[in-house]
């Protein structure tokens, strides 16, 4: 009895202990529960369940408007894309014969009485253009440029417990206002932003590095914090970094002051020891975690991602990052994605951004206006460095409604959009404040340009400002206009570079476009002249509009310049590195072998000239060249085989027989061309080197069109109704070689918790809609974008063509929680 008795306050004394470990797990989490501003997140996302209209319906912007017929639907939400392609567009070649016109969009939604103690906003990334937004009917602001990101303080204007209603008025009706494909909509995330009336500023953290080595790094943080009470608030402001692992990378605190309605920039110092520092090759990022608190309560937790790194320009050294001079292979990109519009899914511009990579480049510049958010986090994340533009034009414009309308009301609050909202990105390492400036000679552009910097370096002078200057006449007029830049930007006029340093030896130079055929030139340039930073081409990668650019044509076909005649059906640009389904054109190996080492050996086709008919090249063409050995109609005929090698030599075979040895050194521009009597069969390039053979690329003729191959970017996606699978399809003969002929009508049926959001073949002049179940193959390929719903499960996509067995792919789509962002 004695022992049963023991037990039993043994067995009470670990209850009571487990329920005092309880209680105080309990108090704990009670006393951390502050940290979480009552479960509110500070930034969720807003794309989800709005309405949308084309055409303009005034009413919209009434609560107890009708709006059950309009089209349910998520953004991103580009509506130009969604139509046709047609000449009497009024868009024209620049818009790429896309409809614009005027839309509303609007989303109900549920505010918590919670919120009431709250400060909350609506904040756009984007949206093109002239919007007008309205909140339970009441306008609360417009907004023209189509590519800053803004917010409005929905607080007094909320029915707290109760149904809201936003709408958006968007007027994209005005045509010439753009010389490329815009896009027309919200095209860009939408975030409800909630905090409590003691918070940081909207992109109010900045981040720099001012001083960096590899054993210590001094992290320099300065915290906004606004202060929107009625009476004088103490807080402490802390800030702790963490690295990649989680871990604690250092931390510091401050108590501050603040007196009723007011704002105070707190500025805090924080060593890093041993820091991992950013470049493209080893793109380390870092997070700041900055909270606001008052006692237990935290009133605010914001993270912001960053780099460390240093950055320095010369005239003697160039550009040098982390103290290492690097060379700059960049190309001008435009925002848009190909078949899906403006539309800025998070998985299309990193996408982009691994494209422009694998392409070889290290450099973007974005052309002519600031990027998304996503494209600059994926540049971040990816290594990529990023020339961020904002205009392009100032008073003058280029178009009848550009940008100039606007400049002399707004260029100040978009300026500084965009210089506030990116400059902690460390991929971001010089401003473009312009390009190819019309008024660029007259001593009144000096001026603007040196308004528009000092108010950029107002805000951020940690690195330089440039803007593309073009010849229009003699070059030495634009000295006033490059000595207000830190680097002169230049473009299509590298060759006077050696000229301008002997008048001007402190200018830094950086050719900002430049022709694709001219890679070598360039690079050439670029390695022998220290103060000359680099190149980027124009483009990195095909777009829509601005159509027929980089156009090749054939004897017969209307002649000229893109901007000189209608080329329609072409409704693309055509002179990009990279085209529209992903495929890296010839040009893009070799602009890549010149500046890096990774590729060694390539080879492709010139395409031969169909008797009579001539081939002709516009001022931003290269001659069509493919990955193609399959020519029928000109067996016994010559043609021209070009290899790129960075081998001191290179051999030619053709079904085993020697054709030919050429050198390829730097004075044959690192490539051969062969003159080559067209047979079916095995076409092979090895490099030599030391006598021997190393490397090969082959080129195999292709028998008929036999199968159809699908392969997915990404088999498993998120099923948050944005995800993407970029799904290359590719006609092939019966051994699985691409048909490079093939024009094979595709048609593309799904099924599952997905949709198709775009079709594409890269054929600029196939005037098919991008939305749609079928295309024609181009070259042997075309490409289909799946987009996830709000479901998990498997989509299945079946491709089948008349006369081809049908072919099937399957993507798993997963839930997770992406409702929110810090």
Known sequence: MKDLSSCKKQYLIKQIVLVFILLVFILFISFFSGYAQNGIERKQLFDHDWKFFLGDTPEAKANDFNDSGWRKLDLPHDWSIEGKIHPKNPTGPNGAYLPSGIGW??????????????KTAVYFEGIYMNSEVFINGK???????????????????LNFGKENVIAVRVDNSQQSNTRWYSGSGIYRHVWMITTEHVHVAQWGVDISTPEVSSKKAAVLVKTKVKNETASAQSVVVKTLLWNKNSKSSGNAQVKVELPANSEKEITQTIQVSNPMLWTPETPYLYQAQVQVLKGKNVLEDTKTNFGIRSIKFTAENGFQLNGKTVKINGGCVHHDNGCLGAAAFDRAEERKVELLKAGGFNAVRT??????????????????????????????????????????EWWQRDLEAMVLRDRNHPSVFMWSIGNEIPERADPEAVKTAQMLSDALKKIDNTRPVTSAIVANGKWEVFDPLMAVHDVAGYNYNLSTAPEDHKRVPSRIIVQTESYPKDAFNNWKSVQENNYVIGDFVWTAMDYLGESGIGRYYYSGEVPGQHWENDFFPYHGAYCGDIDLIGWRKPISHYRSMLYNDDEKLYMAVREPEPNPLEIKETMWSVWPTWESWTWPGFEDKTVQVEVYSKYPKVRLYLNNKLIGEQATTMGQQFKATFSVPYAAGLLKAVGVEDNKEKGSAILKTAG?????????????????????????????????TIQPNATNRLHFKIEGPGVIAGVDNADLKDFEQYEGNTRKAWKGKALVVIKSKHEAGDIKLTVSSPDLPAETLTIKTALKDLNHKN
């Not at 969009?105 to 709250?118: M, N, S």
């Not at 306008?139 to 204007?157: A, M, Q």
């Open 105 to 118: 969009y609007r989303k109900t939604f549920q505010v918590p009485d919670g919120w009431k103690a709250k």
């Open 139 to 157: 306008s609360i602001g417009v907004y023209p440029y189509g590519y800053s990101s803004f917010s409005y303080d929905l607080t007094p204007y």
């Open 704 to 736: 008929e069109a036999a199968k159809i191959n699908l392969r997915a970017d990404r088999k498993e996606i998120l099923a948050n109704g944005q995800d993407l699978s970029y799904i290359t399809i590719e006609v092939t003969d019966k051994e699985g």
């Open 367 to 408: 052309s002519h206006n600031p990027p998304s958010e996503a494209f600059l986090d994926a540049c971040d994340r990816l290594g990529l460095l990023v020339m961020d533009e904002s205009f392009d034009c100032w008073k003058i414009g280029k178009t009848t409604y550009d940008y100039a309308k606007y400049f002399k």
